[in-house]
């Protein structure tokens, strides 16, 4: 078998296409949706992450602000950045990049964002109302991206046994709550650095959405034939073949693709599905504005 293609570029571009009609309804509410970007530090990936943001609003007619500081200021500056942003009436979404320099706390920093601002689906209050199966919270970006992804592509859920490989607070947890949630309906492992025996478990999966930070971890023979294979990883690895001297790597090796029926890329997956549903979130943002 050869896995199809499960393209996030392509899936994103409908969701951007359907934003762009809810934009011009807020526009004419005279709402200008507004999202607000606060990176600290120098962090070359981050820097990037966060040209792709201001990139989409720019795409979108979203309007965004810029905020950048250097990896020497405090937890107090952040702080106060935060508290500003929160105030600023017509300011729809917050967004504050991670990594954090290690000086900082970060989720003590992200959960100072207003709830109605934090478009990350970060904050105790919107991750609490997933946990509760209320979907009518901010959703965070990566996971909420894949289940669009799975959805769009028409890759049947319910009652699918997923393992989900790792169970940070920005991926894995909220994905495993995502994909068990009502309407979902997977029946969901969630795996970690403990886990043993992470191979056999993928063995009788039949989705695997994989988000651990390790390169082309996930190889072919953890993966049972006709399996959807979600790739979240993003990593940077050694490449002297290249004139940079680097290519990025996911967390599932290529070579998945002969056993997989379904199998999202590296670039080109889950990451433009996140930055679109960031501006859906924006947009959502905007227009609960227009309701208070
Ligand atoms: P974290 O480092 O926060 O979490 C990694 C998780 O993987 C942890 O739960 C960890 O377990 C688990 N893990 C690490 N090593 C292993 C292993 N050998 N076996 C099993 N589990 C393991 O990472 P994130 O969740 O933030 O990100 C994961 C990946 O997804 C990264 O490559 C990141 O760059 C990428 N990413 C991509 C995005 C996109 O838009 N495409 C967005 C966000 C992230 P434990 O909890 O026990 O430590």
Redesign the pocket.
């Known amino acids: 078998m050869v896995a199809q293609r499960l393209d996030g570029r392509a899936c994103a571009a409908e969701v951007e296409k359907d934003l762009i009609s809810r934009i011009s309804a807020c526009k004419k509410n005279g709402i200008e949706p507004h999202l607000a970007v606060v990176i600290v530090g120098d962090d070359p990936a981050s820097h990037v992450y966060v040209k792709s943001k201001v990139k989409a609003c720019e795409r979108l007619g979203i309007k965004s602000t810029h905020v950048e500081l250097p990896a020497s200021s405090t937890e107090d500056n952040v702080r106060e950045i935060i508290a500003s942003l929160n105030e600023q009436s017509g300011l729809h979404g917050i967004l504050v990049q991670s990594p954090l320099p290690s000086h900082m706390d970060e989720e003590a920093l992200t959960d100072l964002i207003h709830p109605e601002k934090d478009v990350d689906g970060f904050h105790p209050q919107n991750l609490g109302r997933l946990v509760q199966g209320r979907m009518d919270g901010m959703l965070p970006c990566?996971p909420s991206g894949v289940i669009r992804m799975l959805s769009w592509a028409g890759i049947e859920t319910e009652g699918k046994n997923a393992v989900i490989?790792?169970?940070?607070r920005?991926?894995?947890m909220p994905q495993s709550l995502l994909l068990g949630s009502k309407g979902v309906d997977s029946t969901v492992t969630v795996?970690?650095?403990?886990?043993k025996e992470?191979s056999k478990l993928c063995a009788s999966a039949d989705i695997i959405i994989a988000?651990?930070?390790?390169p082309e971890?996930v190889t072919e023979d953890w993966v049972k034939e006709g399996a959807v294979v979600v790739d979240?990883?993003?990593?940077r690895v050694d490449d002297s073949s290249r004139e940079r001297g680097w290519r990025l790597a996911g967390?599932v090796h290529p070579d998945v693709a002969n056993k997989a029926s379904w199998l999202s890329p590296v670039p080109g997956g889950?990451?433009p599905m996140?930055i679109a549903m960031l501006m859906e979130n924006t947009v959502r943002a905007a227009e609960q504005s227009n309701l208070l």
Not at 232 to 235: D, E, L, P
């Open positions: 990566t490989l790792g169970r940070s920005i991926v894995g795996a970690h650095s403990r886990s992470i988000a651990v930070g390790r971890m979240v990883g993003i990593n967390d889950v990451g996140t």
